[in-house]
């Protein structure tokens, strides 16, 4: 699966373009799991030129969730029983503050 498209990398706000702004108010671009995992990690902004996201990273565990930054070749080259990262085609609009409310973070 191509986890970027052309057009979603134009949904993208880029790197610290919305930072300081409510939680309640920064899109979730796209959503990325590895199916034999919890692992999961929204993306809000995106650098194409250095192939980096920020966004909420949660590993499956409280201690490992977190606002930070990640790579999309980092993603790419994740390979667990064969299968990688994908993106979730189906999960909508959502907002940071959902899903931080959700993990109560």
């Given at each position: 699966?191509?986890?970027l498209t052309v057009e979603l990398i134009n949904q993208f706000p880029r790197l610290y373009e919305t930072d300081g702004k409510p939680k309640d108010q920064v899109k979730i671009i796209a959503k990325f799991f590895h199916p034999m995992s919890a692992a999961t990690w929204y993306a809000t902004e995106y650098d194409p030129e250095e192939r980096m996201f920020?966004?909420?990273v949660n590993l499956g565990?409280?201690?490992y969730a977190e606002l930070g930054y990640f790579s999309l070749d980092e993603l790419e080259s994740v390979k667990v029983m064969g299968l990688g990262i994908e993106r979730d085609l189906h999960f909508g609009e959502?907002?940071?503050s959902e899903v931080l409310e959700s993990k109560n973070i």
């Open positions: 699966m191509k986890l920020f966004g909420f565990n409280p201690l959502h907002y940071l």
